[in-house]
């Protein structure tokens, strides 16, 4: 752990999936984890397993200032989303909407509360597919399909850009971490997607290692299939797409 850094960390979507196998690595590190839910169930889930569990909404910008403050971290992890169970087709219309204002004003304000309490590193889960048409691997500098032509991707494009611009332009160090397409644990999908898929738990491996490592900046996070470059992620955070969570009494190691 860098000597500038204290030993806290605040999730922000700690009982999501992938806040939750998030926590258990950082607390089997060492961490003090204060983690954020709307849930009271899902609060007694995090405090099981040794986080300081936060009931608030990211949109209740005073309650969110005040324990961001309270927690006392110089660490800011963003894993917070509004989407249904397996992304439900049915149900993802409107899920759009709740997580693009998620992505932008949630964003906007736990950067405000963040500032405030003077937290020094930010690392913000975004998504890898959401890049422009062009040729693979996508390379973590190439243009996000902000100009697309249906009203779903351009939606989410611009809040994915949106997030990605407040977390870099912040005055602490920006990490954002562009997340292939989820499976595993929690997620509902069991079976490996295409196009950049990702294990859950090493998107949450990726996440504890951007809080030590790495410089500002974007990072994808994906299994290599052809569809993403993973090799700043590789080269800077020390991350592998293979990390699997080992079964609960055996400690995690980061290496």
């Not at 204002?101 to 309490?117: C, D, F, I, Y």
């Not at 989410?156 to 499976?183: C, D, F, H, K, M």
């Not at 997620?187 to 090493?202: E, I, K, S, W, Y």
Request: charged share 20%.
């Amino acid at each position: 752990m860098p000597t500038d850094l204290n030993n806290r960390v605040f999730v922000a979507g700690a009982s999501g999936a992938i806040g939750r196998p998030l926590c258990r690595l950082l607390v089997d590190d060492g961490w003090a984890v204060v983690g954020t839910t709307r849930s009271p169930d899902r609060a007694a889930a995090l405090q099981e397993i040794g986080v300081i569990p936060v009931i608030v909404d990211v949109f209740d910008q005073p309650t969110l200032r005040r324990v961001v403050a309270e927690s006392r971290a110089d660490v800011i992890i963003h894993q917070l989303t509004d989407l249904p169970p397996a992304l439900d087709p049915t149900r993802m219309t409107e899920a759009r909407i709740r997580n693009a204002r998620v992505r932008e004003l949630g964003t906007r304000n736990l950067l405000m509360a963040a500032v405030a309490s003077g937290v020094k590193r930010m690392v913000a889960q975004s998504i890898a597919f959401a890049y422009a048409p062009g040729p693979t691997p996508y390379h973590e500098a190439w243009p996000l399909n902000v100009a697309a032509a249906d009203d779903a991707n351009v939606l989410t494009a611009r809040a994915v850009a949106s997030l990605e611009e407040q977390v870099l332009g912040a005055p602490l160090v920006g990490i954002v971490l562009r997340y292939g397409r989820l499976y595993g644990p929690g997620t509902g999908f069991d079976n490996r997607p295409r196009g950049g898929p990702l294990h859950v738990d090493a998107a949450a491996d990726a996440a504890r290692r951007a809080i030590t490592r790495g410089k500002p900046g974007v990072y994808n996070i994906a299994e290599n299939d052809g569809t993403l470059s993973t090799l700043k992620a590789e080269r800077e955070l020390g991350w592998r797409s293979s990390f699997r969570i080992d079964p609960p009494g055996v400690k995690p190691s980061l290496q």
